[in-house]
C-alpha cells in the first residue's frame, strides 16, 4: 500500500509540473531509403538508427519500412515491435528492463541485416512514404516520423534530382500533388528528415525549400532537415 501511496503521490507532483505533456507512448515511424543512390550512406543509417531506437521509451510503437519505388504498393515492416511496459503493481522494473533492452537488440539485428542484404532499388518514392506515414500512425496523439533519405525523389511523377528546381516548379508540383491527395494531413507529427544531402550547397538548399514547403501543406512538425541527426527526444 506504502508502495502504490508514493507511485500515486509522485504521478500527481508529475503533472503538475508539466511533466507529463503527452501521457500516450511514442508511435514511431522509421523509413529508410534502399535506392542506389544511397548506396555508399547505408551504413551511416545505421549508426544513426541506432541512437533513435537506445532512446525509445517504455510502450513505444516502432515500425521500420523501406523507401524505393513501389514504397506504398509493397510495404512489408521490416520491424513492427511495441515495447514492454512497467506495471509497479505486478511487474518486476528489472525484468521489464531487461526485456526493453532484449527487443532494441532485437529491432536492431532486423535493421543491421536488412541493410547488409540491401536490394537497391533504381527509383525513390518518397512522397508516398509521407502517405504511408498517415495510414500508420491512425488516431496517435504523440507521433514521430523518422526518414533516412537523401531526399531526392526520383519517380514516374517528378525526379528532384534531374530537375531545375525553381520557386515555380515548387508551387506548381505541390499543387498538383495536392490535387492527386498525394499530401497527408500529418498533424501533430514530428518530422526529422535525415540523410539529406547534394552535389551543391545550391542544389541541397533547393531541395530543403521543396520538402519544407510540401510540408508545410502537412501542417507537421519539422523537427530537423539534414545529413546528420544531432538529438533526438521522445
Known amino acids: 500500500m506504502k508502495r502504490i501511496f508514493i507511485y500515486f503521490i509522485t504521478f500527481l507532483l ?57 514504397t506504398m504498393a509493397t510495404f512489408v515492416p521490416m520491424v513492427n515491435v511495441t515495447l514492454p511496459t512497467f506495471n509497479f503493481i505486478t511487474d518486476s522494473e528489472l525484468d521489464v528492463q531487461e526485456e526493453m533492452e532484449r527487443q532494441k537488440e532485437m529491432i536492431k539485428k532486423e535493421i543491421e541485416l536488412s541493410i547488409d542484404s540491401a536490394k537497391l532499388a533504381d527509383q525513390t518514392n518518397i512522397v508516398s512514404a509521407f502517405i504511408l506515414a498517415k495510414e500508420l500512425f491512425k488516431n496517435s496523439s ?12 526520383s519517380y514516374e511523377d517528378f525526379d528532384l534530382e534531374k530537375t531545375n528546381i525553381s520557386d515555380e516548379f515548387i508551387t506548381k508540383k505541390i499543387n498538383e500533388l495536392n490535387k492527386q ?25 533547393k531541395i530543403k525549400k521543396f520538402w519544407e514547403e510540401y510540408l508545410k501543406v502537412t501542417k507537421c512538425e519539422l523537427i530537423h532537415y539534414g545529413y546528420s541527426l544531432i538529438d533526438v527526444e521522445f
Request: glycine share 4%.
Open 181 to 205: 491527395n498525394k499530401i497527408p494531413d500529418l498533424s501533430n507529427v514530428k518530422v526529422y528528415l535525415i540523410g539529406a544531402k547534394s552535389e551543391s550547397e545550391r542544389k541541397y538548399f
Open 14 to 70: 508529475a503533472n503538475c509540473s508539466g511533466e507529463f505533456k503527452n501521457t500516450q507512448p511514442p508511435y514511431v515511424v522509421i523509413f529508410i531509403d534502399f535506392s542506389k543512390s544511397v548506396k555508399n550512406d547505408l551504413t551511416f543509417y545505421k549508426t544513426n538508427l541506432f541512437k533513435i531506437i537506445d532512446k525509445l521509451p517504455q510502450g513505444s510503437k516502432v515500425i521500420v519500412g523501406k523507401i524505393k519505388e513501389t
Open 142 to 153: 504523440n507521433s514521430y516520423l523518422f526518414i533516412f533519405s537523401d531526399m531526392m525523389h
